[in-house]
């Protein structure tokens, strides 16, 4: 167990709906970080918050968004969802604000299937 | 930009063999740092290890072996006397400090390598 909790586990939706997936990091980490697991992608860094402020920002969809609230859980957000968007997200988090080296630990992911 | 390749996409052995899976890797940042994690069928990632660019040290915890050369911008992985709960996908991975002016973009993984360990 990484200490990184994700809800949901899984999730069936509709094409054009709008989910939200949550994260809380592992005590006492103030970094956290999205990631999207597909098929034909691969593991893809989308974006870190840091202490409730956006950090760093890859390859994440105008149509997705992101934030942290002051308890350090971290919400992600998926809109106009289409059927590539089916993948496991995941939540990591870690200690530091930057890449200093602190190892990043994953939680299990959230398994989001568009249909 | 940085990238990481593993070039074995599935490897397969028979239980009790020694397996080394490869991880190569691209950086313009003199400070980086190297991670293996390993994601079982259930689909988490497990943390295995995190390497920074300054220390070259081979490391050995129990089975697990790691060989980090910098002058062939390599990060191996050995398994040794494998065993069947060894089967999954290993990912290697990579995070510059961003020092270079790139920025620093969380951890760029490679493709991972499908290790299957036949009973």
């Known amino acids: 167990d990484s200490g990184v909790t994700q809800t949901p586990k899984h999730l069936i939706t509709a094409t054009g709906q709008r989910v939200t997936l949550r994260c809380s990091p592992r005590?006492?980490?103030?970094?956290v970080y999205w990631y999207q697991q597909s098929l034909d992608q691969g593991l893809q860094f989308l974006i870190q918050y840091y202490n409730g402020e956006e950090r760093a920002k890859g390859n994440i969809l105008e149509r997705f968004s992101a934030q942290q609230f002051p308890d350090l859980h971290s919400e992600l957000n998926l809109s106009s969802l289409e059927l590539g968007d089916s993948a496991l997200y995941f939540c990591?988090?870690?200690?530091?604000?930057?890449?200093?080296?602190?190892?990043?630990?994953f939680g299990e992911g959230s398994w989001l299937t568009v249909v | 930009a940085q990238k990481v390749t593993q070039a074995q996409t599935e490897i397969s052995v028979v239980e009790k063999e020694d397996v080394t899976l490869d991880c190569v890797y691209e950086?313009?940042?003199?400070?980086?740092?190297l991670f293996w994690y390993k994601q079982p069928p259930s689909g988490e990632l497990v943390f295995l290890i995190r390497?920074?660019?300054?220390?070259?040290q081979n490391e050995i915890s129990g089975r697990y072996s790691w060989n980090f050369q910098k002058s062939t911008s390599s990060f191996n992985f050995t398994i040794t006397a494998s065993q069947v709960v060894d089967s999954a996908v290993y990912f290697c991975?990579?995070?510059?400090?961003?020092?270079?002016?790139?920025?620093?973009?969380?951890?760029?993984f490679g493709k991972g390598t499908h290790l299957i360990i036949q009973p």
């Open positions: 991975a990579l995070s510059e400090a961003g020092l270079s002016g790139g920025g620093a973009d969380g951890l760029t």
């Open positions: 950086t313009r940042d003199t400070t980086y740092y």
């Open positions: 390497r920074n660019s300054f220390d070259e």
């Open positions: 990591a988090s870690s200690v530091g604000p930057d890449n200093s080296g602190n190892t990043i630990y």
């Open positions: 005590s006492g980490d103030l970094s």
